[in-house]
């Protein structure tokens, strides 16, 4: 399995997320947490609250809808594994982001740039469960 090197839709992909929390910080006070957001939106404080959540989220959903008005198709998207596995993935990101007490954009991209100690054990934490896995997938059972 090989992975694709795409820096600049790396790049391009980072920049917008970081001027998403940015925005969200400074016109609303909120931390850009994507699954603090999606929680919200399912049982949300008040209709103000449910508004810019519902708005983000269409905003999150609808960008392959983007890619495919500019450029004629959807973006390739290859995931080589079962539904299983990605149903396993899920929950066990579920359990992560229970345990954690938010996502990897809430603690890497906004807890770390406001010096968060929880958040900066939460990304270490995150990264060497992704280095772990990484190599037991592609080393040790061969996938």
Not at 6 to 23: K, N, R
Not at 119 to 137: D, G, K, P, R
């Amino acid at each position: 399995m090989e992975t694709a090197f795409t820096p600049w839709q790396s790049l391009g992909g980072g920049a917008l997320i970081g001027l998403a929390a940015v925005l969200l910080m400074g016109l609303h006070g909120r931390i850009f947490g994507a699954t603090g957001i999606l929680t919200g939106l399912i049982a949300p404080a008040s209709k103000s609250d449910f508004s810019w959540r519902a708005v983000l989220l269409l905003g999150m959903v609808s960008g392959p809808l983007l890619v495919l008005a500019i450029s004629g198709s959807f973006p390739a998207v290859d995931v080589p594994v079962s539904n299983l596995m990605l149903v396993l993935g899920g929950l066990l990101v579920g359990v992560g982001v229970t345990f954690s007490a938010g996502c990897t954009s809430g603690h890497g991209v906004c807890g770390l740039a406001r010096l968060s100690p929880r958040s900066l054990a939460s990304v270490l934490t995150f990264m060497a469960a992704t280095a772990v896995t990484v190599y037991i997938i592609r080393h040790v059972i061969g996938g």
